[in-house]
T-cell receptor, first 115, second 116 residues
Framework: SAVISQKPSRDICQRGTSLTIQCQVD?????MFWYRQQPGQSLTLIAT?????????ESGFVIDKFPISRPNLTFSTLTVSNLSPEDSSIYLC????????????FGPGTRLLVL | AQSVTQLGSHVSVSEGALVLLRCNYS??????LFWYVQYPNQGLQLLLK??????LVKGINGFEAEFKKSETSFHLTKPSAHMSDAAEYFC??????????????FGQGTILTVHP
């Protein structure tokens, strides 16, 4: 299995600012993903983080709002830009290993509150 | 396109009673199916998964699920609930091929409450 950590674990931000979330995996993973979990709701995939190239975004999510980096096989960042109260959510990253490709392991999440 | 429906947003059982959380899926190809658990203020933990091997899958903490293709279901069960099972449970489907490869589609979640 893979152990995934995220920083920060939670934050309170003012509208109009940005928050960058870091995701670190303890072993190499072939695929990394970012999800959003809005209050009381399920998880929605934001994008697939691709190593060394632009992320692949799902419908309804755009790079200007959610820029993502993945410089290597164990690290990724998600930035939530120009924050509004509607961005208040839990953001989770996940990793999927090559040898056991069907399983995704999740980080503990970053709880964001926008005032 | 894939989708997951979890029947019942809230399920309440007594300690020691059977736990049954329902999940139905829709997929154009044979899917991979997962159950995850989320404890309060924590991330998601994998309970069990079905990846086209045995249709009865055993997971952690005494949970198991049975893949029934004819019913497009993957219900989660546990014979005897424990207070520590109180959490939110998510069913998810993954397309093992095609353009959706590797992506998980989640159900809406079921909050399990266990009464003493």
């Amino acid at each position: 299995s893979a152990v995934i950590s995220q920083k920060p674990s939670r934050d309170i931000c003012q509208r109009g600012t940005s928050l960058t979330i870091q995701c670190q995996v303890d072993s190499q993973v072939t695929m990394m993903f970012w999800y959003r979990q809005q209050p009381g709701q399920s998880l929605t995939l934001i994008a697939t983080a691709n190593q060394g190239s632009e992320a692949t975004y799902e419908s309804g999510f755009v790079i200007d709002k959610f820029p993502i980096s993945r410089p290597n096989l164990t690290f990724s960042t998600l930035t939530v830009s120009n924050l509004s109260p509607e961005d208040s959510s839990i953001y989770l990253c996940s990793g999927r290993q090559g040898a056991r490709k069907e399983t995704q392991y999740f980080g503990p999440g970053t709880r964001l509150l926008v005032l | 396109a894939q989708s997951v429906t979890q029947l019942g947003s809230h399920v309440s059982v007594s300690e020691g009673a059977l736990v049954l959380l329902r999940c139905n899926y829709s997929s154009s190809v044979p899917p991979y199916l997962f159950w995850y658990v989320q404890y309060p203020n924590q991330g998601l933990q994998l309970l069990l998964k079905y990846t086209s091997a045995a249709t009865l899958v055993k997971g952690i903490n005494g949970f198991e699920a049975e893949f029934k293709k004819s019913e497009t279901s993957f219900h989660l069960t546990k014979p005897s609930a424990h207070m520590s099972d109180a959490a939110e449970y998510f069913c998810a489907v993954s397309d093992p091929s095609g353009t959706s490869y590797g992506k998980l589609t989640f159900g809406q979640g079921t909050i399990l409450t266990v009464h003493p």
